[in-house]
């Protein structure tokens, strides 16, 4: 058989075997397809089944806080889905929420291919509540801080292809129970909630509405509805050429007060009440704000900070008007009006023209309720106008301020950082508000700053007063308004009457109180700084017609031409003075030598200083009195020289401390001074500083024909700085007193020394210890230990010691004050046992004297229990003891409390006479208590009728 006939024998076989692989592919795709078909129809019948939703729950429910439920699943690739019946309930958090039903028709090609496409989403009364309590509140706005926080760090995700979706939200609720500290409940309800979002593909118009009412436990508190459009540019949903649109807003009787549980949640505290209505219309053009009108009304508004409530008698009202054109922003109108304050603005975002009105009472009412203003009130009319120009890096502006009748009155006494001591804080009650003249107030200023080169140029600025208080110009000077102070250049020419400028002064604790200071004073001062040091420096500074007094005294300073000049070099990071130079040329006072100066060396800082004063005692006293704890004059010409060098390190970080290393020397001295009824003849001090410790040499001076001695010693490396004797010391030695020393210093001693004239006697007085804390406000921490004793006393019988003199009636001759321990710690001065002697009777006391001037003690009087007569020396069983309360300048004695006791005491001794004496009473039981009783009485009552006696 040939080649060719075997082929052909073959070809009918071929197309045997063809036909059953088509038959077996053919079958394959039939059951492929029955697979799919299988699936795509048991899916959505699973996922409706009570089973298939039982599963979804419970994958839900193991990775979330809280529990969901739904009553009812469909699921269709047609008909889409729906649920019904939906809860979240999550009862740790206090959450709900409740949905009737939620239906949408998902586009499956269009999500499969990364695209959302989603029509018909109905959302049919949804209701969310919420429980949150104040603490609970903050916690959450909290977290809500620091999740932002984290989201705006982490980097974007891709996002799906938008083609449609379209949402339509029916009667929705959003419930919020706010929970007070005291249990108080208060409720706020977002209700009738209506929404409807169609969004397209960019290039297609996208619309939302959304509108709602707001009620308050249950009240109706007003309106909020919205709604607007955009068409994008086809390139995506962002605001570029070509997109268009509009969005509205109105708000309709809000009342404020029901916000409060939603301030809450964002972290404010808001006690406010009042009807807020607005309303807001944009249109956009060309990717951007094409106009903007808003219109907006605040009435009957009040808020409560710190109890105190602020109120507005008038609307609050913004109207405003802003458009755009060539790409310029436009401010057509810009009208903020209410009872307080008032400002208008027009022009365009690169020059703006403003006025602004002002009533700073009320302005201050208003903004107690975002800060504290202290201590101060402000009063008076502001205005305000001028230009700004604003680029992308220089900003500046041109105008006046005004200020008519300005006062400033200070309520309370303001305290610095180491607190106010009880004595200031008395002082400025009883002088009650400090208040300044109606003042008016000019500024003109034209400055300019530069943001990339971080200054401040001021080409010009005026401050001036009317009636003439202070000028202070600036002029072509450069500040920087970065980090440090390169480029500082400024020149101040300052002028002020210092007793117009006082009131101020003292209103801001610049002086005390206390002190009427008059004069006209011209300052130049020039200011320039490098990268580390700032100089401050004034060739020019005068004083004419200088008057200092203290209130209430004769002594004044007066010094017709005060001259000073002065250089300092700063460094502010390390807040230090590297050097300063001091001159001051007056005629009672020359500073020709006053130098500080500051260097590094070995990695520490080396700090000298020396200054060289020559003064008049007698004319400067009145200059430093109202800074002296205690009143007191001083006379004689002197020369003080004072010299100190230290070093510190210069680490921030370890704790350094720069009177460790200090050393110094200083003197000071007088002819004569007065203090206290304490006259006091030439006197000479001298200081030694070594390493921190400044010794008072010894030093003694004659005082009222006796000797004053004394010796200190104060460690400045101490926080809290006291002054110490170093060991016992006979500091008053026969020192005559008088009616002055009696007032001011004995009658804390003793109150019979308090409202007393025309005493005399000899005074002695040996201290074992004394701390005296140094800086003020610490009486309490004065310790004190010693032995006081005077003699030959000579007072009238006035005050305490006339009420004694009655009752001690026969005692004359001179005081004798017997040597006394004593101790005077917080702020109490104890003795057990101090014996004055009236004559030769003896006058016994006992307890504790107050520096409050409060009295807890017992005076025994020369008398015993039968009311005779004690002489010194004498030690009968019973004398009469008279409780004294009170205080020193109103002593109180308490006569019944002393017959009680005299009565007690002598009861018992005549009942055990009565009964035999000791041995029998162990015997007398309760016959023998009556009978005690009995007697106490009547010798109760028979002393009160001989003290009555002895009073008459």
Known sequence: MTKEAKTKENQPKKKGKSRKKTVWITSIAVVLLLLVLLVVFAVPSYVSSEGGTSMIVGKVNNSIDGEVSIGDLSFGWWKGVEATDLTFDNPEERTSVRVA????????????????????????????????????????????TEEEDEESAGPGGDVMELEKFKLDMREGLVKINLQEEDGQMSTLLFKNIASKVDLNKPGRKS???????????????????????????????????????????????????????????????????????????????????????????????????????????????????????????????????????????????????????????????????????????????????????????????????TVEGLVLTKTAAAKDDQGESEQGAEQAEQQGPLRTEPTNLKIAYDIVKDAEAQKLTVKSMQLETDPQIAVVTMRDSTLPVGEGYEGLDASVNAKANLAELAVFAKAFDMIPADMILRGNADSEIKMTGTEKLVTVSSSKTTVADLFVQKEGQEEKFEDPSVNVTFK?????????????????????????????????????????????????????????????????????KRQSNINFSTRYAMDESEESNIFENLTGKANFGFDNASMMGMNFGKTDVNLDIQNGIMNIEPFETPVNDGMLRFAGVIDLTKKDKELRTPE?????????INDEMSAEMLKFVNPLFANQANISGIADFKAEQIVLPLGGGRENDINI???????????????????????????????????????????????????????????????????????????????????????????????????????????????DKALG??????????????????????????????????AEDILKEEGRRILEDLFK
């Open 101 to 144: 039903r939620v239906s949408a028709k998902p586009k499956l090609m269009a999500l499969m291919s990364g695209r959302i496409a989603v029509d018909d989403t109905v959302i049919d009364r949804p209701e969310v509540e919420m429980t949150v309590s104040r603490k609970q509140a903050d916690e959450i706005f909290q977290a809500g």
């Open 785 to 895: 230990a010693g032995t006081v004793a005077m003699s030959e006393v000579d007072m009238r019988a006035t005050g305490l010691l006339g009420q004694i003199s009655r009752l001690a009636k026969g005692v004359n001759g001179k005081i004798e004050v017997m040597p006394t321990d004593f101790t005077l710690q917080n702020g109490v001065l104890a003795y057990d046992n101090m014996q004055v002697n009236l004559g030769d009777n003896p006058l016994n006391f006992g307890g504790k004297i107050g520096l409050d001037k409060t009295l807890d003690m017992t005076i025994v009087l020369p008398y015993t229990a039968d009311f005779e007569t004690v002489k010194v020396g004498e030690e009968p069983d019973i004398r009469i003891p008279l409780p004294l309360s009170g205080t020193i300048d109103s002593p109180q004695l308490n006569v």
């Open 207 to 401: 619309t939302f509405s959304l509108s709602l009412a707001v009620a308050d436990n249950g009240n109706d508190s007003g309106q909020v509805s919205a709604d607007g459009s955009v068409t994008p540019d086809k390139q995506g949903w962002r605001f570029k050429e070509g997109t268009e649109g509009t969005f509205n807003v109105n708000v309709k009787d809000l009342d404020l007060s029901s916000l409060r549980p939603l301030f809450a949640l964002a972290g404010k505290d808001m006690q406010a009440d009042g009807e807020l209505n607005a309303e807001l219309k944009t249109q956009i053009a060309d990717g951007q704000i094409s106009q903007l009108l808003a219109d907006a009304r605040l009435a009957n508004f009040s808020q409560v900070v710190q109890g105190k409530k602020t109120e507005l008698a008038e609307p609050v009202t913004l109207k405003a008007d802003v458009s755009t054109s060539e790409d310029k922003v436009i401010i057509n109108s810009f009208d903020l009006q209410s009872s307080f304050a008032q400002a208008k603005l027009t022009g365009t975002a690169e020059s703006i023209d403003y006025t602004a009105n002002a009533d700073l009472a009320a302005t201050q009412d208003f903004a107690t309720q975002f800060m504290e203003p202290g201590p101060y009130e402000f009063s008076g009319k502001l205005q305000a106008s001028g230009n700004a120009q604003m680029g992308e890096k220089i900003f500046s502006t041109k105008g006046n301020t």
């Open 568 to 636: 300092a070099v700063l460094e502010p990071e390390q807040k230090t003075v590297n050097e300063l130079e001091v001159d001051v040329e007056s005629r009672y006072i020359d500073i020709d030598k006053g130098r500080v100066s500051q260097s590094v060396k070995n990695g520490q800082k080396q700090l000298e200083g020396e200054f060289v004063a020559a003064y008049d005692l007698e004319q400067i006293t009145p200059l430093i009195q109202p800074f002296l704890p205690v009143p007191m004059k001083m006379s004689g």
């Open 728 to 736: 016992p010391i006979q500091i008053v030695d026969k020192v005559n």
């Open 901 to 934: 006791i005299i009565a007690s005491e002598k009861a018992k001794a005549e009942l055990r006479k009565a009964l035999g004496g000791d041995k029998k009473e162990a015997e007398e039981g309760e016959d023998g208590e009556e009978e005690e009783k009995d």
